[in-house]
């Protein structure tokens, strides 16, 4: 409460009423699987079209090198073709790949080495072009004795620090040596300079500049430019320091010079040149052979240095996850897991491409039995750039797609099937009715090709054996409004847990559920038959209070889809009038 200390008219604002709700987004991909490059650890990263995705993790992989694990790029493209509008990524290496590497000065004992930062041949397309330079310059305006040495008044001190090797120039004469000490436009010098070296004129004759170099990584038309770097352990400029952000090398210091030696001229190994370049090789891709589950599950190094399916525990936008083509069940059993466990994450599984058979397919489908996953078949035909001819690619990217695509112009409530699957020019294996009858009531939905209408997706069941939760929709639909409810109403912890909370709290989520039942995500002809929601003594004990629970049942009635649309017709007859 203010306090009133004085006499006079005081306003205070107080919130009586509910806060607005604003719903998550339902339609953001992750994807994990092999890429040409990109990082293999850390946070996945985020990828708004099909061009962004190339800039980062490189284009489509060759059938020949990596068979059914290349298919990353060709999900991702097709996620974004079929509606899609950001995702996150997962970059998965073989165990045998390796980064590039090169240094300089070459085969004169390492200074600098250049390591592309993650592996694969894409590395051996680096150029490293180093040229000298310098940060700063200006004059000796006279040399000072004192009891602990010379010291150099200068013009202009700044960008002159300890540690720094300096050049002073006479003509066609350079000396080098080292600044020990920088304070108020006075320097103090390793090695002692002569009075040859002050020049008080207004025009200088006689200059001293700091010795550095820069360095430009080349890839493709990716260019990294890094001026002024130097091999001063202790400035700001040092080489490593300023090249840590570079998203194409790490470069690491070997040996440094040990005498005063200007950075340049080291990397040159003593030579006059007006630049060095140096190309990084050795570069793999490694082997589909090296690869196992282990590769995609990943492991949890802790935050940041998590991989594969483990690394999207550090990511929390997240609501749609595949590892398109990979149908090992131990990775497709791990990503369901993983979304179970969050309890806000949807998984899209492929089936294996040579499951043609009804009964191969359902052996297959008879691994899972969950509500956070959905299975689709068969493989799609699409037009392979890489080629030039159709492939087959798995399912799952064009289907998180059209998630998105269903979610953004229909809503999480409309279940997304019978869409038409964009840029799909033919099936890998043609199912009929007959077929459908056995694999839809066991949760596989099948992706059928319908004359005049175009390939569509048709089924909508997840692989959950509880009939409360066989819809696509109605999970999901659960998803979004507990994390909408979660996110929204954080501003009510450590609030007094009284009447006034438990109203403010009501009102919030009625808003919300209301809203929802008017967009027809709810069943019910008014919103009390849509949801409720009950807060107050009905909800917690004098125990849940005592102890800082604050309780709120909800109940909401989901709608669920039009699966079958049947239509009983009979014959009218005149005696059926009268």
């Given at each position: 409460?203010?306090?009133?200390?004085?006499?006079?008219?005081?306003?205070?604002?107080?919130e009586?009423?509910?806060?607005?709700?604003?719903?998550?987004?339902t339609?953001?991909?992750?994807?994990?699987?092999?890429?040409?490059?990109?990082?293999?650890?850390?946070?996945?990263?985020?990828?708004?079209?099909?061009?962004?995705?190339?800039?980062?993790y490189?284009?489509?992989?060759?059938?020949?090198?990596?068979?059914?694990?290349?298919?990353?790029?060709?999900?991702?493209?097709?996620?974004?073709?079929?509606?899609?509008?950001?995702?996150?990524?997962?970059?998965?290496?073989?165990?045998?790949?390796?980064?590039?590497e090169?240094?300089?000065?070459?085969?004169k004992?390492?200074?600098?080495?250049?390591t592309a930062?993650?592996p694969?041949?894409?590395?051996?397309?680096?150029?490293?072009?180093?040229?000298?330079?310098?940060?700063?310059?200006?004059?000796?305006?006279?040399?000072?004795?004192?009891?602990?040495?010379?010291?150099?008044?200068?013009?202009?001190?700044?960008?002159?620090?300890?540690?720094?090797?300096?050049?002073?120039?006479?003509?066609d004469?350079?000396?080098?040596?080292?600044?020990?000490?920088?304070?108020?436009?006075?320097?103090?010098?390793?090695?002692?300079?002569d009075?040859?070296?002050?020049?008080?004129?207004?025009?200088?004759?006689?200059?001293?500049?700091?010795?550095?170099?820069?360095?430009?990584?080349?890839?493709d038309?990716?260019?990294?430019?890094?001026?002024?770097?130097?091999f001063?352990?202790?400035?700001?400029?040092?080489?490593?320091?300023?090249?840590?952000?570079?998203?194409?090398?790490?470069?690491?210091?070997?040996e440094?010079?040990?005498?005063?030696?200007?950075?340049?001229?080291?990397l040159?190994?003593?030579?006059?040149?007006?630049?060095?370049?140096?190309?990084?090789?050795?570069?793999?891709?490694?082997?589909?052979?090296?690869?196992?589950?282990?590769?995609?599950?990943?492991?949890?190094?802790?935050?940041?240095?998590?991989?594969g399916?483990?690394?999207?525990?550090?990511?929390?936008?997240?609501s749609l996850?595949?590892?398109?083509?990979?149908?090992?069940?131990?990775?497709?059993l791990?990503?369901?897991?993983?979304?179970?466990?969050?309890?806000?994450?949807?998984a899209?599984?492929d089936?294996?491409?040579?499951?043609?058979?009804?009964?191969?397919?359902?052996?297959?489908?008879?691994?899972?039995?969950?509500?956070?996953?959905?299975?689709y078949?068969?493989?799609?035909?699409?037009f392979?750039?890489?080629?030039?001819?159709?492939?087959?690619?798995?399912p799952?990217?064009?289907?998180?797609g059209?998630f998105?695509?269903?979610?953004?112009?229909?809503?999480?409530?409309?279940?997304?099937?019978?869409?038409?699957?964009?840029?799909?020019?033919?099936?890998d294996?043609?199912?009929?009715?007959?077929?459908?009858d056995?694999?839809?009531?066991?949760?596989?939905n099948?992706?059928?090709?319908?004359?005049?209408?175009?390939?569509?997706?048709?089924?909508?069941?997840?692989?959950s054996?509880?009939?409360?939760?066989?819809?696509?929709?109605?999970?999901?639909?659960?998803?979004?409004?507990e994390?909408?409810?979660?996110?929204?109403?954080?501003?009510?912890?450590?609030?007094?847990?009284?009447?006034?909370?438990?109203?403010?709290?009501?009102?919030?989520?009625?808003?919300?559920?209301?809203?929802?039942?008017?967009?027809?995500?709810?069943?019910?002809?008014?919103?009390?038959?849509?949801?409720?929601?009950?807060?107050?003594?009905?909800?917690?004990?004098?125990?849940d209070?005592?102890?800082?629970?604050?309780?709120?049942?909800?109940?909401?009635?989901?709608?669920?889809p039009?699966?079958?649309v049947?239509?009983?017709?009979?014959?009218?007859?005149?005696?059926?009038?009268?």
């Open positions: 409460m203010a306090e009133y200390l004085s006499p006079g008219v005081y306003v205070e604002e107080f009586s009423g509910g806060k607005p709700m604003e719903g998550v987004s339609s953001t991909a992750g994807f994990i699987g092999l890429a040409e490059r990109g990082p293999v650890e850390g946070v996945p990263q985020l990828v708004t079209n099909f061009a962004d995705f190339k800039r980062t490189g284009g489509y992989l060759s059938e020949s090198e990596f068979g059914d694990y290349r298919f990353l790029a060709y999900a991702v493209e097709h996620f974004f073709i079929n509606g899609g509008s950001r995702c996150f990524v997962a970059r998965v290496a073989p165990s045998d790949a390796k980064c590039a090169g240094s300089v000065p070459a085969g004992g390492a200074v600098l080495t250049f930062k993650n694969g041949i894409w590395g051996d397309s680096i150029r490293v072009v180093l040229t000298p330079a310098s940060k700063a310059k200006t004059q000796v305006l006279e040399i000072l004795e004192t009891s602990t040495g010379k010291q150099y008044r200068v013009k202009n001190g700044a960008g002159f620090g300890a540690g720094d090797i300096i050049a002073f120039a006479d003509g004469k350079v000396v080098y040596n080292k600044v020990t000490k920088s304070q108020d436009n006075l320097l103090e010098l390793e090695e002692d300079f009075d040859s070296v002050v020049d008080a004129g207004i025009v200088p004759v006689k200059t001293i500049s700091t010795c550095e170099f820069s360095m430009e990584v080349k890839y038309d990716q260019v990294e430019l890094y001026e002024n770097l130097s001063n352990i202790e400035a700001s400029n040092f080489v490593t320091k300023r090249t840590a952000k570079s998203d194409l090398v790490t470069v690491t210091c070997g440094l010079p040990t005498d005063i030696t200007a950075p340049f001229t080291a040159c190994g003593g030579t006059e040149q007006a630049l060095v370049a140096a190309g990084l090789t050795d570069g793999s891709n490694g082997s589909a052979a090296s690869l196992s589950a282990a590769d995609f599950i990943g492991v949890d190094n802790g935050a940041g240095k998590r991989t399916i483990q690394a999207f525990l550090d990511n929390d936008l997240v996850m595949a590892v398109p083509g990979v149908v090992d069940p131990n990775v497709q791990m990503l369901v897991a993983h979304c179970e466990n969050l309890g806000s994450r949807f899209v599984l089936m294996p491409r040579d499951a043609r058979k009804v009964q191969d397919i359902v052996a297959h489908r008879e691994i899972f039995d969950s509500n956070y996953a959905a299975l078949h068969p493989w799609l035909e699409v392979d750039p890489l080629d030039k001819k159709n492939i087959a690619i798995p799952s990217g064009s289907m998180l059209i998105a695509r269903s979610d953004n112009t229909r809503g999480v409530h409309k279940a997304p099937a019978n869409e038409v699957v964009r840029a799909c020019v033919g099936l294996v043609q199912f009929n009715k007959g077929e459908q056995i694999l839809n009531p066991k949760g596989v099948l992706i059928r090709s319908f004359p005049g209408q175009g390939i569509r997706v048709w089924g909508a069941r997840t692989a054996s509880n009939a409360s939760w066989k819809y696509i929709n109605v999970r999901r639909l659960f998803i979004f409004i994390e909408s409810i979660k996110a929204n109403t954080n501003w009510a912890v450590f609030e007094p847990n009284d009447e006034q909370l438990w109203v403010r709290v009501k009102r919030t989520i009625d808003v919300f559920l209301t809203g929802l039942w008017r967009n027809g995500s709810l069943a019910g002809s008014s919103p009390s038959e849509a949801f409720f929601v009950d807060i107050g003594r009905s909800t917690m004990s004098q125990d209070i005592d102890n800082g629970r604050l309780v709120c049942v909800i109940g909401v009635a989901p709608v669920k039009a699966e079958f049947i239509f009983r017709i009979t014959q009218k007859t005149s005696e059926a009038g009268q």
